[in-house]
Nanobody, 123 residues
Framework: QVQLVESGGGLVQAGGSLRLSCAAS????????MGWFRQAPGKEREFVAA????????YSTNSVQGRFTISRDNAKNTVYLQMNSLKPEDTAVYYC????????????????WGQGTQVTVSS
């Protein structure tokens, strides 16, 4: 049974930092592209960042470039999202996902999803 478990969310002031972690089990972690998505209240789930199997290539949405960094440790079956210079508009539930499809910026490219972790940024 595949499980993706996010952690590290919380309440932080604008300008602060958080590091999210996603621990995977039940799958060959190094065979999957890992992604982070987020969903704010009343909005659709949107792509944040992704990292390919080897970690050699990363992708992120424009609004987080220069502030968020995705990384992975295949030995620990864990993917991370370091979030710096947080803004109130980053407030959302953050989900990690695992997939093998080439469309890594789309929800359709991911097969497995975690339950999410809440990130709240106060102004």
């Amino acid at each position: 049974q595949v499980q993706l478990v996010e952690s590290g969310g919380g309440l932080v002031q604008a300008g602060g930092s958080l590091r999210l972690s996603c621990a995977a089990s039940g799958l060959t972690f190094s065979s999957y592209t890992m992604g982070w998505f987020r969903q704010a209240p009343g909005k659709e789930r949107e792509f944040v960042a992704a990292i390919i199997r080897t970690g050699d290539s990363v992708y992120s949405t424009n609004s987080v470039q220069g502030r968020f960094t995705i990384s992975r440790d295949n030995a620990k079956n864990t993917v991370y999202l370091q979030m710096n210079s947080l803004k109130p508009e980053d407030t959302a539930v953050y989900y990690c996902a695992a997939g093998t499809a080439p469309n890594l910026r789309s929800r359709l490219g991911y097969r497995y999803w975690g339950q999410g972790t809440q990130v709240t940024v106060s102004s």
